[in-house]
């Protein structure tokens, strides 16, 4: 059924890569920090034809990918029309998360500054590098500023974040 969904509440959180065997099943990209925890969302909303629709989904793990049959497609020929099309779930479907616990797309967007007030960047993106997740930057020119706990404070209100981090690094 198509949904009249605001952009602003929808969160991507996966893509649907293509047909998985005959039955209808799809092959689905988890962006998800584990994979599977994008299992753990229903319904999904699909961005079909300029319109949000929210579909039923099951799924499973398969080897090292998730594999989902989605309500209405069930028939290899119909679940192909769903190729490359992104999975999401309004802000509402999301666990609640701990005071100073960010999701990376609050990160995005935000001007990093160092504690002598200089600018540094806008965050591009962030990496998962196991040890530190690292935000990338774009200004006049790319860093990479690994995001630390306790090192790196985030104000959302303010639309910044500072770090403990030279300009010359």
Excluded at 17 to 30: A, N, T
Excluded at 45 to 56: D, G, H, P
Excluded at 75 to 94: M, P, S
Excluded at 105 to 111: M, P, T
Aim: proline share 3%; charged share 30%; with cysteine.
């Amino acid at each position: 059924m198509a949904v009249n969904y605001d952009h602003g509440t929808m969160v991507v959180v996966g893509r649907i890569r293509g047909p998985f065997g005959v039955k209808g099943e799809v092959r689905v990209e988890d962006y998800s920090r584990q994979k599977g925890d994008i299992l753990h969302y229903n319904p999904w909303v699909l961005r079909l034809e300029e319109a949000w629709v929210e579909c039923r989904v099951t799924g499973r793990l398969h080897q090292k990918g998730v594999v989902c049959q989605i309500e209405g497609y069930e028939d290899r020929d119909r679940a192909r029309t769903l190729t490359d099309v992104d999975i999401a779930v309004t802000e509402k479907q999301l666990d609640p998360l701990e005071p100073g616990e960010y999701y990376w797309r609050q990160l995005q967007g935000l001007e990093v500054v160092n504690n002598s007030g200089e600018h540094l960047g806008k965050v591009d993106r962030l990496i998962e590098t196991g040890a530190n997740d690292v935000m990338v930057l774009t200004g006049e020119r790319e860093r990479l500023i690994p995001y630390v706990e306790g090192k790196t404070k985030v104000d959302l209100n303010a639309g910044q974040i500072k770090v403990d981090w030279e300009k010359d690094y």
